[in-house]
Nanobody, 122 residues
């Protein structure tokens, strides 16, 4: 069963923090490659952070490097995205995604959650 459910979005002022959660089914959480993406109105979807479980490393977009951090709770099949020092340009719908191949395969993500909205006001 493929399932990804995001939560934790909301409205914050610039400089604030939010922690997004992505709770997955056991099958989906076993995916070796998971990530967080975002899409702002009128813009293309972009990768925020890609977690390569095979090598145990995370790749962050330059725009969030040093401010966002991925973590996980294997007992809860949950992937988190801690977002600090939020900026108005971080406003977007945030999605959790996974695919059943190694991140290095280049395969497009095919498991997606429904998204959670993050709004940052100045």
């Amino acid at each position: 069963q493929v399932q990804l459910v995001e939560s934790g979005g909301g409205s914050v002022q610039a400089g604030g923090s939010l922690r997004l959660s992505c709770t997955a089914s056991a099958y989906t959480y076993s995916s070796p490659c998971m990530g967080w993406f975002r899409q702002a109105p009128g813009k293309e979807r972009e990768a925020v952070a890609i977690f390569d479980k095979f090598v145990g490393s995370t790749t962050y977009a330059d725009s969030v490097q040093g401010r966002f951090t991925i973590s996980q709770d294997n007992a809860k099949n949950t992937l988190y995205l801690q977002m600090n020092s939020l900026k108005p340009e971080d406003t977007a719908m945030y999605y959790c995604a996974a695919h059943p191949f190694r991140c290095s395969s280049g395969v497009e993500f095919n498991y997606w959650g429904q998204g959670t909205q993050v709004t940052v006001s100045s």
